[in-house]
């Protein structure tokens, strides 16, 4: 059997397993009271459980053949305001032996789940394996993509300067050649400000992890190949991001989009004209801390090419330092030729954030300070949880997270405390333990985003309880939050299967593809789409709806996956550092 055709098995077998999997909560007898990972735990691990309206002072953990094998008592309940409930908490993690189980409280049962070495593999390779099939420019292959197969889309060689991208060296009109790339959420347009913060996590999750990453494949096209899968999955979005650039002057326009979304249907099928719109500073500055980033990470194995993604940074921080206010808004127009511009606008106008994370990522790859006196760490009262809008804290974390040696890491530091002991308030004393106190769009990232924060403070300052909250946070995505729902395509009892994704839901495929994170609960945009009556609860945690209409809480986004990538493989590498045998 040839390597190709076993790991097209492989992976159609896999899909099968994890599909019958999420179909067996139509028929289990699970109470939807009892909220938990329905993915898995770790042996030594934290292991925690949520119930609403227990029936017994303790709980049973049991095993498949119903024989009780450890018992505790349920916590005292708590009042979650985002949720209306009477939360209790269901601690089992001195529990540590492999297999099968669910929970117990008088009449109430959780369904099965695992506890087991390796409770993640699967789950991390297929969400990593999300941005292969959100490739623009090629064909999905059946070997590779199974029952997702999709003909060749998006070639993108004949994109056209829009009016508002016309300039002193190109005018509008002319054709130029934007291929590859990932298509960036549920639509089909590729934005360099949110493909910034996505790229550069997933490049962050192969620094910290590489020899895991080293060891995993997915079955994409190039897994034969000696580089991991993961950096080759980078490389084919830096592609993109690369003819982004105006070689003339440095500068980067802001999206390659059609002039609307476009409608449901097959990738291939999405013909209409396609333009890159204005440069911006915050497109130029995403650029440079991602080229600068990358420079660092293949230069071990390609310097000719590290060298000129680090030139392309220089050029593009050039241009940002010239234009330091150039804020990115959609075009309006009147011609019929150079339309206005209505798809996402990943609009900023502060910029401050974006000049030091850039400016750290140039400073790290040249060892030139003069990249930190555009915004100095000391110019920012305070650090935010990264979003794509908000990205001072990436450059706090590959600062902190450096060799160097120096009061600049030390300062970085200091802050990644600070930022960690406000989450680690949060996580204490909320009913469900976790972090999340507010909810937006993209609710679920956010969670993800300050996980990633945990495990970064956890793996300079060595403090626990930011490893235990960072799981916290894994738990609650995959299952431990008011909806009862693993919000991760294709894994755990109760799953998403309407996304909001024109690939999946255009393809014929009951099921969406695996691994997909969706947005999560939000009130707050629930009007603008299915409409508010839609929604059975508006209760901050528990307003979700899984059908495609939703785009403000079941949209997938490139953004969101890149955190549960970074925050799975950390969790996974930290377990096995902390108690391997």
Not at 429 to 455: C, D, H
């Amino acid at each position: 059997m040839t390597g190709t055709l076993r790991s097209f098995l492989s992976f159609t077998l896999l899909t099968l397993l994890m599909w019958s999997c999420a179909f067996m909560d139509k028929s289990s007898q699970s109470d939807p009271n009892i909220r938990l990972n329905q993915v898995g735990f770790y042996p030594n691990g934290q292991k925690l459980a949520i119930i609403v309206g227990p029936q017994d002072d303790s709980f049973e953990l049991k095993d498949k053949n119903d024989q009780t094998v450890f018992t505790s008592e349920v916590l005292p309940a708590k009042y979650w305001d985002q949720s209306g409930e009477n939360a209790s908490i269901l601690d089992f993690s001195a529990f540590s032996e492999t297999g099968e189980y669910y929970l117990q409280n008088g009449n109430i049962k959780s369904a099965l789940f695992t506890i087991s070495e390796q409770p993640y593999t699967e789950l991390l390779k297929s969400a990593a394996k999300t941005y292969y099939f959100n490739r623009a420019t090629t064909e999905l292959q059946e070997e590779y993509a199974g029952v997702y197969k999709r003909p060749f889309s998006h070639p993108d060689t004949t994109v056209l300067i829009h009016a508002s991208a016309a300039g002193d060296f190109i005018s509008a009109g002319t054709s130029i050649s934007t291929p590859f790339g990932w298509y960036d959420a549920g639509d089909f347009n590729k934005y360099i400000v949110n493909s910034g913060i996505s790229t550069y996590t997933l490049l962050t999750s192969y620094q910290h992890y590489q020899t895991l990453f080293d060891t995993l494949e997915w079955n994409i096209p190039e897994s034969n190949n000696s580089r991991a899968d993961l950096l080759d999955e980078i490389l084919w979005n830096i592609k993109w991001m690369e003819t982004m650039q105006d070689t003339l002057d440095g500068g980067v326009y802001h999206k390659t989009t059609t002039a609307n979304f476009e409608g449901f249907m097959e990738a291939s099928k999405a013909s209409a004209q396609r333009f890159v719109v204005t440069k911006g500073t915050a497109a130029s500055l995403n650029f440079a801390a991602v080229m600068a980033k990358a420079s660092v990470v293949y230069k071990s194995e390609d310097s000719v090419y590290s060298q000129q993604l680090l030139n392309r940074a220089k050029a593009a921080w050039n241009w940002a330092q010239r234009h330091p206010n150039a804020e990115f808004k959609n075009p309006v127009s009147n011609s019929p030729k150079y339309p206005s511009i209505h798809t996402g606008e990943y609009g900023d106008n502060h910029f401050q954030d974006e000049f030091f994370w850039a400016g750290a990522e140039l400073y790290l790859a040249t060892m030139d300070m003069n990249y930190l006196q555009a915004q100095s760490i000391d110019e920012f009262s305070y650090f935010n949880v990264p979003n794509w809008a908000t990205v001072e804290t990436l450059g706090l974390i590959s600062l902190a997270s450096s060799d160097l040696n120096n009061h600049l890491k030390k300062k970085a530091s200091d802050q990644l405390m600070v930022l960690a002991e406000r989450l680690i308030s949060d996580w204490r004393e909320s009913p469900y333990r976790v972090t999340i106190n507010k909810f937006v769009w993209g609710s679920n990232a956010e969670v993800m985003n300050q996980s990633m924060v945990l495990l970064n403070a956890y793996r300079v300052l060595g403090n626990v309880e930011y490893f235990e909250a960072a799981v916290s946070g894994l738990d609650y995505v995959l299952g431990r939050n008011a909806t009862g729902y693993c919000f991760v395509t294709g894994y755990g009892q109760v799953s998403p299967m309407n996304i909001h994704h024109r690939q999946s839901a255009s393809d014929n495929i009951d099921q969406p593809i695996p691994g997909f994170l969706v947005g999560g609960p939000n009130p707050r945009n629930i009007h603008q789409d299915c409409g508010a009556d839609e929604y059975p609860v508006h209760l901050p945690a528990k307003c979700y709806l899984d059908e495609v209409c939703s785009y403000s809480t079941n949209e997938v986004a490139i953004n969101w996956n890149a955190p549960l990538v970074y925050v799975t493989a950390g969790v996974q590498s930290i377990y096995r550092q902390r108690f391997s045998k």
